[in-house]
């Protein structure tokens, strides 16, 4: 009890429970559309997620001067990559949340001539750049923990596996990349809070490839993807510990 008390009083809490519906609306309007519902059905479902969207992006008024705060701790960061990495996605989000409030400010008609359209694409562009930017973080920690590991095995005197076989291309390349996967399902199995901040990325990259047409998806995958972020997102949120640092 103690902590879901401490989870539902904290905003992106909040958030990411209505999140988690919204792209669950979209995952249930895309089965229920395919095994043929009714027209009655299938508005009501947008209908809600529509609300759902529109109440999130309440949520968020405000978090880009929280995105912009925590750009500047992240400079303070001494590894040179994770400074780059987690500043540059810090302004990234900010400049997409700046985004979203200016939607929210149009579909409430505070705005009225807000162009909805070009500030979605716009919104959806920062976020997709703020994506990569996490991704390229998640890569790097990955290849210092994946060298980590090899280096803590040599000092100890221990080989990675057979010895390769110079005179066979093919066998030394099919056992170098059996090594390199091994070690890369061990140093994330290792630590959990990578392996959740890489999969929370990944699927929510489809998100804005399918919004701004780079990789189009359909309504279903896209609510997939959106409803396991969530709730990888609300489980951080829920285990402190499980959230990448910094």
């Known amino acids: 009890m103690e902590t879901w008390v401490r989870f539902s009083a904290q905003s992106q809490a909040k958030e990411r429970l209505f999140r988690a519906a919204q792209y669950a609306c979209a995952l249930a309007g895309d089965t229920l559309r395919r095994n043929g519902a009714s027209a009655g059905v299938l508005a009501s479902v947008r209908q809600l997620e529509a609300h759902l969207s529109l109440s999130r992006k309440l949520l968020r008024l405000g978090s880009s001067a929280e995105a912009l705060e925590a750009a500047k701790r992240a400079i303070h960061l001494s590894d040179m990559v994770l400074r780059f990495c987690v500043t540059l996605s810090h302004l990234n989000r900010?400049?997409?949340?700046?985004?979203?409030?200016?939607?929210?400010?149009?579909?409430?008609?505070?705005?009225?001539?807000?162009?909805?359209?070009?500030?979605?694409?716009?919104?959806?562009?920062?976020?997709?750049?703020?994506?990569?930017?996490?991704?390229?973080?998640?890569?790097?920690?990955?290849?210092?923990?994946?060298?980590?590991?090899?280096?803590?095995?040599?000092?100890?005197?221990?080989?990675?596996?057979?010895?390769?076989?110079?005179?066979?291309?093919?066998?030394?390349?099919?056992?170098?990349?059996?090594?390199?996967?091994?070690l890369l399902l061990r140093v994330l199995r290792n630590n959990p809070p990578l392996l959740l901040d890489l999969v929370k990325n990944a699927c929510d990259l489809f998100i804005p490839l399918d919004k701004l047409g780079l990789y189009k998806t359909n309504p279903g995958f896209v609510g997939f993807c959106g409803l396991t972020s969530s709730l990888l997102s609300i489980l951080a949120i829920l285990h402190p510990w499980l959230k990448l640092k910094p």
């Not at 070009?118 to 997709?128: A, C, P």
């Open 94 to 182: 900010a400049m997409y949340f700046a985004c979203d409030n200016v939607l929210w400010a149009g579909k409430t008609g505070l705005l009225p001539g807000v162009d909805q359209e070009k500030w979605s694409q716009r919104s959806f562009r920062y976020y997709l750049f703020a994506l990569v930017v996490n991704l390229s973080r998640d890569a790097y920690e990955i290849r210092l923990l994946m060298e980590r590991e090899v280096g803590g095995k040599r000092a100890k005197g221990s080989e990675n596996g057979r010895q390769l076989r110079p005179d066979n291309g093919l066998q030394q390349l099919g056992l170098r990349l059996q090594i390199q996967l091994r």
